[in-house]
């Protein structure tokens, strides 16, 4: 039962700006998560955080260390994403376009309505008043769309809807002057949505130029002048005479400075100190310095607006995209056009350079697509994209390695699990994807689709090699396939038939009549070749295909039958209806065992339609999709609902509900509705506005259902509602996936990132595991960072470990850190190189705890199937490794003996 959130499949990007830290670490919002991917390891992760709403911006400290979140409710979390905890929370009062942390990580400015605030940054504890307001920049007169540092954190560069750009300087400068006015960057003729600090290649803190970018499609070059001669920086005249050569003269106020022989008068002022503290030297402050436009160009995109753009200043490069799915590369300041390319039709929502300049990163919120593409070489690092639409059914491999997906999009994803990365799209359905399935030997794929086709997939050359059809065109809804792999069976929507074919010959075999409704349900018993269909007609029938004897006497039921499945030992059937309860019957006496009532678990959130509250409607309230566990003893259940339920089946009560989502951009999600959001024309949430999403955010996709749904099934605008379409657990038992509005979440019983301080004390520090290795003493630093619980001290500690000393060592190991160790071991395995040294540590750890490994081995479990599936994994690659080698062994010595 402890299943945790661990990662989302199916949307690798909705909409937002992607950061990249460390070179390689690259952030993306996923709906109200967000979603981490190592472009060196291929690797995703999604933490198991959420926002209230859909994210709309995001910001990482330059350290990688802390992260920003800001959502359409302009509400705040900054995050600690090595521990994967909220530090603090903050909400702002108008709608936020952008937020950056300064160079060194101390600040923070963030762009709210006409406003930019800058607020002092967060340390690493949970404090009672985290933010600390230290200046408010008010100067703008319309929405402030772009901020940026300069690298020295003096300086602040604004972009606004109001055609200008603005340099701001952080510290307020009280010196008596009109100093802290902004410098005005003017000409533009629409809203400025880039501008850019450039530095002088000698001096690499020196700012010289500014880039500004309008989102017409201009970019303007702005170089720097200095400030006047003879006048303060300010522009103001110092009321001093210009002297000849040579006549000392001195101000009782002030020094000489001697500027191309004309000496001048510069006054001593407050907070006018340079670098070494000298009152005396000229100091250079930009926002009071001439700045003169040395370049205009156009990217000349026609009508294409500029909805993306960034700069890097090692490269002097400039990275634009366009409304039209075009993107540049232009060297700067001679704007020379390296790249123009199209990447989509959409328009592209980020674009970003890593910390190198080496990799661009694009995201497409309409298309959901992301890509890491490397400009120099021009490959792809990273290329993902979800599915357009909702995903509808799921399928899980043999081996559990692997997972598919398919949607209304027509298309067909095969996502590997542990990595979060798609690797093979087949798009050659017509129509939406209905059903999947794995074939028993691991290496074939079957789908089912609306466009009256079953086809089957070979994942080793990912290629369609079979495709089953019918006489006359059907709508395919359901599919199953026997244990030995030689029948494939499919039900229709419109017909009420079901097909069956052979797999070899790909020859329709058989057509089963007998269902007066669509036939949604369909698998296969686990122990013989009894096929159990479920309609809408309100039956459930049971089909020998292989006998050709037709159907058995059908299992009645008083409402429409939505979903059937097989319990893995044969000996239970369970089907779901439309009055919420789950019905479970004997499929070999013909007998009702027993039913669960689900309507009130399953119960819960009010559309934005609904005439009434959630408690009194009955819409909705019935399971749509069952999944029976590994074991048989619990089942999972989900439908139109945001939860999910597990029921104990012997005991037929409720062990859990998961909540799916907690985003209220989705509808469905709260159980009471605002009332102060109710007008004489309905909620405010479903009145049109001209201020629309064409700008800032994300064009919202017009989520359907299946095709068959009735028209204006969704009249809130395209507004989506949560719901699960499929469920399906792993045949390992250690993780289920369900196919949601959001995407296809996975949860795990596996090694999660949760911090448990058990068995701390002031003495147990990474600092008294250090001493005791430099003391020769590695018992004491293993428990010590086991009670520590910190990954990386644990695998420190045992690499620290003589191989002789191994089983002294773990006989040693207490109980209760016997898990932590073995799922330490577990992870090394599948990412160590010493594979000798860890197998000698779990065999010698097998035979010292055998025996309380075995008595406690319903709590030992989980850590114990993830050892077994690295062993299992490792296994198979070397045995392909030797298979290989043996073979070229042979072809060498027969080719020498040939000679």
């Known amino acids: 039962m402890n299943y945790r959130f661990q990662n989302l499949l199916g949307a690798p990007y909705r909409g937002g700006n992607a950061v990249i830290t460390q070179n390689t670490q690259l952030i993306s919002p996923v709906g109200n998560r967000v979603s981490i991917t190592d472009l060196i390891k291929s690797q995703t992760v999604t933490l198991p955080l959420q926002s209230s709403t859909n994210i709309r911006r995001i910001a990482a400290s330059p350290d990688g260390t802390f992260l920003i979140t800001i959502d359409e409710n302009n509400r705040c979390h900054f995050i600690n994403i090595p521990r994967r905890a909220i530090l603090h929370r903050i909400t702002f009062k108008e709608t936020v376009h952008d937020v950056k942390f300064s160079p060194d990580s101390k600040l923070i400015a963030v762009a709210t309505g006409r406003l930019v605030q800058i607020w002092r940054s967060p340390g690493f504890k949970k404090e009672f008043f985290a933010f600390e307001l230290v200046r408010t920049l008010a100067d703008c007169e319309d929405t402030v769309l772009v901020i940026n540092w300069s690298l020295d954190c003096k300086y602040l560069l604004i972009g606004s809807k109001d055609l200008t750009a603005r340099l701001f300087p952080v510290e307020r400068l009280n010196d008596g002057f009109t100093s802290n006015k902004p410098f005005l960057f003017l000409g533009h003729r629409d809203a400025v949505v880039g501008c850019f600090f450039g530095y002088d290649k000698k001096i690499s803190d020196r700012v010289d130029r500014v880039y500004t970018i309008a989102r017409d499609g201009y970019i303007f070059s702005w170089s720097y002048m200095g400030d006047d001669d003879g006048k303060f920086d300010n522009g103001e005249d110092d009321g001093s005479e210009p002297l000849s050569p040579g006549t000392p003269e001195k101000d009782g106020e002030g020094d000489l400075d001697m500027d191309g022989g004309i000496r001048r008068v510069v006054k001593k002022r407050k907070g006018f100190e340079g670098k070494g503290g000298n009152a005396d030297e000229k100091v250079d402050y930009l926002h009071r310095g001439k700045w003169k436009l040395a370049r205009k160009d156009g990217f000349m995109q026609s009508h294409a607006k500029v909805t993306a753009c960034d700069y890097h200043k090692l490269l002097d490069m400039v990275v634009v995209s366009f409304s039209n799915g075009v993107f540049g590369l232009y060297q700067m300041p001679d704007f020379i056009c390296i790249h123009l390319l199209s990447i989509s039709r959409e328009k592209i929502t980020t674009a970003v350079f890593n910390e190198t300049g080496n990799w661009l990163t694009f995201g497409c919120a309409k298309l959901g697509q992301l890509l890491v593409w490397e400009w120099r070489s021009e490959s792809y690092i990273l290329k993902q994209q979800g599915h357009y639409f909702d995903v509808n059914c799921l399928a899980y491999s043999p081996d559990s390695q692997l997972l598919a997906t398919g949607a209304d999009d027509n298309k067909v994803k095969v996502w590997n699990v542990s990595s979060g990365f798609c690797f093979i799209t087949f798009s050659e359905h017509t129509n939406a994807v209905t059903a999947l399935h794995f074939m028993a030997n691991n290496h074939s794929l079957l789908s089912a689709s609306l466009d009256g086709t079953v086809r089957a997939w070979d994942l080793f050359r990912y290629r369609n090699f079979r495709t089953f059809t019918t006489p006359s065109s059907r709508q395919f809804v359901s599919l199953a396939a026997d244990q030995s792999g030689e029948v494939i069976c499919a039900g229709t929507l419109d017909s009420f038939e079901i097909f069956v074919w052979s797999m070899k010959t790909g020859r329709l075999l058989d057509v089963l009549s007998g269902h007066e409704g669509p036939v949604h349900g369909l698998t296969f018993s686990p122990t013989n070749a009894v096929l159990a269909s479920s309609s809408w007609d309100k039956t459930v029938r049971l089909w020998d295909v292989f006998e050709g004897k037709g159907s058995v006497e059908p299992f009645t039921h ?99 509900r998961f909540q799916i989502t907690h985003n209220l951009s989705l509808d469905g999600v709260l159980d009471f509705l605002n009332s102060k959001n109710m007008t004489d024309a309905g909620p405010l949430d479903l009145v049109d506005d001209d201020d629309s999403d064409t700008e800032e955010g994300v064009n919202k996709q017009v989520r359907t259902k299946l095709g068959y749904d009735l028209p204006g099934s969704m009249p809130n605008r395209g507004r989506p509602i949560v719901r699960t379409k499929c469920l399906r657990i792993a045949p390992t038992g250690r993780s289920f996936s369900a196919a949601t509005t959001e995407g296809v979440l996975v949860y795990s019983v596996d090694e999660s990132f949760i911090f448990d301080p058990t068995d701390l004390d002031i003495d147990v520090t990474p600092e008294a595991v250090d001493e005791a290795l430099n003391e020769d003493q590695p018992n004491r630093a293993l428990i010590l960072s086991l009670r520590l619980n910190e990954d990386s001290l644990i695998k420190k500690c045992i690499f620290s470990i003589n191989p002789l000393d191994i089983p002294a060592m773990a006989s040693s190991v207490p109980y209760r850190y016997l898990q932590r160790l073995i799922e330490a071991l577990a992870d090394l395995l599948e990412s160590c190189p010493h594979l000798e040294f860890i197998l000698r540590w779990c065999q010698e750890l097998c035979k010292a705890q055998g025996n309380s490994i075995q008595q406690n081995s319903r709590n030992l479990l989980p850590c114990l199937k993830s050892l077994q599936k690295a062993i299992t994994r490792i296994h198979q690659d070397l045995a392909d490794t030797c298979s290989s080698n043996e073979y070229m062994l042979r072809y060498l010595c027969s080719a020498s003996s040939n000679k």
Request: overall charge negative; charged content about 20%.
């Open 558 to 656: 008083t409402h429409d039958v939505l979903t059937v499945v097989y319990r893995p030992d044969g000996r239970q059937l369970a089907c779901s209806s439309l009055d919420g309860q789950i019905h479970f019957w004997d499929p070999v006496d013909g007998l009702l065992m027993y039913t669960i009532e689900g309507r009130r678990d399953i119960a819960g959130g009010r559309l934005m339609t609904d005439r009434r509250s959630a408690a009194n409607s009955t819409a909705g309230k019935c399971f749509t999709t069952l999944c029976y566990s590994a074991d048989g003893s619990y089942i999972l259940a989900g439908g139109s609902s945001k939860y999910i339920c597990m029921y104990d089946v012997a005991d037929q009560i409720l062990l859990r």
